[in-house]
């Protein structure tokens, strides 16, 4: 029912920037929370960041605090990650994911809905 695309990823140096999208297809999106997740190569998946359906709330790990911002626009059936003050650590495959509530997405349990991910490698 939902499809999730994610895209901007790419090589930047430590301290830059970038901005990961999601492009979600279906009428309902607006009715799910949503999250970031990121994989390392030999690690677990982690949550990064997540963002309830109207936007009203959000949630950061605590790596990531202060230097991430998790946002959406509900009309053109988008979220967005906007990654400042990148650092090497941050190397992932990043995916988005759709959950019912914050709280699901937070946990990563349950969820319906993942992208296929996009890469962001950071250089020293």
């Known amino acids: 029912q939902v499809q999730l695309v994610e895209s901007g990823g790419g090589l930047v140096q430590a301290g830059g920037s970038l901005r990961l999208s999601c492009a979600a297809s279906?009428?309902?999106?607006?009715?799910?929370?949503m999250g970031w997740f990121r994989q390392a190569p030999g690690k677990e998946r982690e949550f990064v960041a997540g963002?309830?359906?109207?936007?009203?709330?959000?949630n950061y790990a605590d790596s990531v605090k202060g230097r991430f911002t998790i946002s959406r626009d509900n009309a053109v059936n988008t979220v967005y990650l906007q990654m400042n003050s990148l650092k090497p650590e941050d190397t992932a495959v990043y995916y988005c994911a759709a959950g019912s509530t914050l709280s699901r997405v937070v946990q990563g349990s349950s969820l319906q809905y993942w992208g296929r991910g996009t890469q962001v490698t950071v250089s020293s």
């Open positions: 279906g009428r309902a999106f607006s009715t799910y929370a």
């Open positions: 963002i309830t359906w109207n936007g009203a709330s959000t």
